[in-house]
């Protein structure tokens, strides 16, 4: 469920003409001081208002003693107060009919429950009159291309703004900061800087979706600790495909989440962490592990060139780094391009004799005289179109190296035949002449091509809309789970494939039920009030005699009795051959909804921890992928005479399961089924369920 209630207008909030500052300071070092320093500095062309009824003029500027004193209305209202004057002050604003405001103060929701029930009373306050909130505690927000500075952040004194098509949105200000500071110096230019804080009102979701309005945006950077907002977040990467706006978020808190129930095993193994990679991996958005990443690869993204496949050429002056490029490439799942023979020979023409016409090109030490080789290689490179992205590295530059000229021959590549290029130079002065010239640089060899295989990903997964999300609210209330019969039924209606069984209701039923069913056969106690059968000795198999279906009756019927549970009855099923267990399962999580869950299965599902998660509803090709990411499913391949895995049939299944689940909102809180028999050229089975259901309202 969204935590707010609207979706603001985002670029009218970040583009205001008159800005009010209360706590506002004629010392630019100080945070009421900064934001009116900078928007002075940095060309903000609108009126900005400082308000301390102690001085007459702040930092040059006419003073005045409240909001109320203004000549005119501010259309955003920085608050630079202590927490306890905060209240008052955002009435004001609702007063004088402020749009927004920013809120630098502490000592609300991070605080603990007093200080989140005063923010909780701010946000109240605002919403009835249509006010919106950035913090409180943030460090600010700012718009760069009209100096719409409202942040009192070091880093804009340190690193001068420049206008660009990046926007940083973070809960973290130090992040943003961070982030900024990163790409400025990389000579990146930055449109947005939105550091959201406590997240009262506005989220980082909200942000990010507000934010794709703006027509010349070409890359958004975010930091989020949690994803309040997963329905506003999956807005805004559908239009992140439509647009071709990549988002690059990093993702921190990485802690065992407490919205699942404590008797869905699906959810108990749900890590909070688990499930936002499964959500920003289904909606496109880069996953990266922290700020460095953040700053590294924008450089790649924010540029137009996108790669059409997986084919990596790789160039470089050095061996060595031909074989790191190579082993790299086939690290990040990418594949190095195979020249043909024409495009070989069509390479030889360009090459000295002794360089090989191969894959990776290694040049050797013919570019210190002949530097126009290397122009030569990436027009023979782009005519062959064998390559989807180029890798070149230069890991030594020095005297009789035009690295000038490589740096401009490599910018007018991959304009014109709109091919990604990522370039690995560790001397500084090396990696500035690339960079001059717009080029992508890295530090290694296999961070650059990790970058290229980030971007093939993303170009990739663009081709296909993000599926929309499903509705989202509180965690349903578990009723009772159902018995096994019972549950088997609801999956088998659902039209999941479940095991070929019987249900014994009577001990009278068993020789008819044998006689109906093909041997050998599995013999479970049923109880509702037991779910872990063989953990009780409810489980026998290999059974073919009726005399042992009527002692197994006996059996259960006493078993059960001295655990206080109650006993309907014998499931008799036909017990099935099985190259390998998985477990599937579904749950309801209050951020993200309707989550499904495929892992390795059996008795030793917990201890194997390896598994995939899924936010229904989800694609066919989705489902294969989460599949095809168990290592489990490193065996699912034809080899040495066997069949394939149905990776198709396993795939069908969990669409299916994520389509009937979503559709039960409200009615199913979570499903199990373990273990779900895969046999080689054969159809998947469920042999054991539980479902448990919610509470009637």
């Known amino acids: 469920m969204s935590k707010s209630t609207s979706q603001p207008d985002m670029l009218a909030l970040l583009s205001p003409r008159r800005v009010a500052v209360l706590g506002a300071s004629d010392n630019p070092i100080k945070a009421g001081g900064r934001p009116i320093a900078y928007m002075r500095r940095h060309g903000f062309g609108g009126e900005i208002y400082p308000v301390n009824p102690a001085r007459a003029q702040v930092q040059g500027i006419a003073s005045y003693a409240s909001l109320a004193d203004l000549p005119q209305a501010p259309e955003v209202v920085v608050i630079s107060l202590a927490g306890s004057e905060v209240e008052q002050a955002v009435a004001q604003c609702i007063e004088v009919g402020a749009r927004g405001a920013v809120i630098y103060s502490s000592g609300f929701a991070e605080l603990g429950e007093e200080g989140l029930r005063a923010q909780q009373a701010l946000v109240t306050q605002a919403r009835a009159a249509g006010l ?33 098509p990046i926007a940083i949105v973070s809960q973290s200000g130090a992040g943003a900061a961070i982030v900024y500071g990163g790409l400025r110096r990389q000579g990146l230019g930055v449109r947005y800087l939105v550091a959201t804080g406590n997240e009262a009102d506005i989220t980082v979701a909200q942000t990010v979706r507000g934010l794709m309005a703006d027509e010349e945006l070409r890359l958004v950077l975010m930091y989020a600790e949690s994803l309040h907002d997963a329905d506003v977040l999956a807005e805004a990467a559908a239009l992140s495909a439509r647009r071709d706006v990549p988002i690059l978020a990093v993702k921190a808190g990485r802690t065992q989440a407490g919205q699942q129930t404590a008797s869905s095993h699906t959810g108990a193994m749900a890590s909070e962490d688990a499930l936002s990679d499964a959500f920003l991996r289904q ?127 490599t910018a007018q590549f991959a ?59 509180g965690v349903p209330q578990a009723a009772a789970a159902w018995n096994e019969p019972d ?74 009795a001295g655990l206080g549970a109650d006993f309907g009855g014998l499931l008799v099923a036909e017990q099935s051959r099985a190259d390998f267990e998985l477990a599937i399962g579904a749950h309801w999580d ?108």
């Not at 600010?140 to 009209?146: E, L, T």
């Not at 717009?438 to 091509?449: H, I, K, L, Q, T």
């Not at 009577?506 to 013999?523: M, S």
């Open 132 to 164: 919106h909130l950035f913090g409180p505690n943030t460090q600010g927000v700012a718009n760069f291309q009209q100096g719409a500075i409202l942040n009192f952040s070091t880093m804009i004194n340190e690193c001068p703004p420049q206008d660009g």
């Open 283 to 409: 909606h496109n958005i880069v996953r990266l592990r922290d700020f460095d990443e953040l700053v590294s690869y924008a450089q790649l993204f924010e540029r137009r060139e996108r790669p059409a496949g997986r084919k990596v050429a790789a160039i470089s002056n050095s061996g060595a780094t031909c074989v790191l490029a190579a082993d790299a490439v086939e690290q990040n799942g990418l594949a190095l391009a195979a020249f043909e023979p024409g495009q070989a020979q069509a390479l030889r023409a360009v090459l000295p004799p002794y360089v090989a016409a191969r894959n990776p090109i290694d040049m050797t030490t013919a570019l210190l005289g002949q530097p126009a080789i290397y122009g030569a290689v990436l027009d023979t490179v782009a005519q062959s179109r064998a390559a989807d992205s180029i890798f070149v590295g230069f890991p030594i530059g020095g005297e009789g190296y035009d690295m000038g000229y490589f740096a401009g021959q």
């Open 590 to 697: 209050a951020a993200f909804g309707p989550v499904v869950m495929v892992g390795r299965g059996g008795v030793l599902v917990e201890a194997y921890q390896d598994m995939q998660f899924l936010v229904a509803p989800f694609t066919a090709a989705q489902a294969r992928q989460a599949i095809g990411r168990l290592q489990v499913a490193r065996g699912f391949a034809a080899t040495r005479g066997l069949q394939a895995v149905d990776i198709d049939a396993l795939a069908a299944m969990l669409v299916q399961l994520g389509d009937w689940f979503a559709g039960q909102a409200g009615r199913i809180v979570s499903v199990d089924a373990n273990p779900v028999l895969v046999t080689r050229g054969a159809a998947p089975v469920l042999v054991d369920a539980v479902v448990i259901p919610a509470q009637e309202q």
């Open 415 to 473: 304009a014109a035949a709109g091919v990604p290029v990522a370039v690995c130079a560790v001397q500084d002065w090396v990696a500035t002449e690339f960079r001059q010239r717009g080029v992508p640089v890295f530090r290694s060899e296999f961070d650059a091509v990790r970058g290229l295989a980030l971007l093939s990903d993303y170009a990739q997964r663009r081709g296909a809309v993000p599926v929309s999300c499903s509705q989202r609210g």
């Open 487 to 560: 549950s088997l039924a609801a999956l088998a209606r659902a039209g999941l494939p479940v095991m070929r069984h019987r249900v014994c209701r009577q001990r009278a039923d068993i020789e008819a039920v044998f006689a109906e069913l093909a041997a050998p056969l599995v013999l479970k106690g049923v109880s509702a009030a037991v779910t872990h059968k063989s953990d009780h000795g409810l489980v026998r198999l290999h059974v073919s005699d009726p005399a042992q279906g009527q002692a197994a009756w006996d059996d259960y019927a006493a078993t059960l």
